[in-house]
């Protein structure tokens, strides 16, 4: 015996959803429907951003490039991913520069820098509001 689709919102098997002007809540087409949506579609992350309010920064291009000078603007300490230190040992202190080696991703959400710190002589890696570009800086003194 042959089993039968459901009935599904407008009257026709297997098609009820997916027609234009249909939502979950309609009842047959035509029928003013409980939940519009009228506006432009957008996509999933831009839904996702919408709905918690955070910025993806790989929208955007890297705030630093590879070779840049940075300093930077907070003291660091090991989270226990830097290997050779204790945890909440510092690893850099305010004020220390030093030059993009790298530029990563994490979560695919943030760009990841991989700073070279010249003094300390450790490669650690931050996020560009943790950073500041010297360079300029220097530039505009001379």
């Not at 909440?88 to 959400?109: A, D, M, P």
Request: net charge positive; glycine share 12%; proline share 6%.
């Amino acid at each position: 015996m042959r089993r039968r689709r459901p009935e599904v919102p407008g009257g026709v098997p297997g098609r009820g959803l997916h027609r234009p002007g249909l939502t979950r809540f309609s009842r047959r087409p035509g029928a003013p429907c409980a939940v519009r949506d009228d506006g432009p579609r957008r996509s999933a992350n831009e839904e996702v951003a919408m709905s918690d309010g955070t910025h993806f920064e790989l929208w955007d291009e890297p705030v630093y490039q590879r070779g840049d000078k940075v300093m930077a603007l907070r003291d660091v300490r090991n989270d226990g991913t830097y290997p050779g230190s204790r945890i909440g040992e510092f690893l850099i202190r305010k004020g220390e520069w030093g030059y993009v080696s790298q530029v990563g991703t994490y979560l695919n959400r943030f760009y990841v820098y991989s700073v070279d710190f010249v003094e300390a002589r450790m490669l650690v890696g931050m996020r560009a509001h943790e950073l500041k570009r010297i360079e300029e800086e220097e530039r505009k003194a001379s």
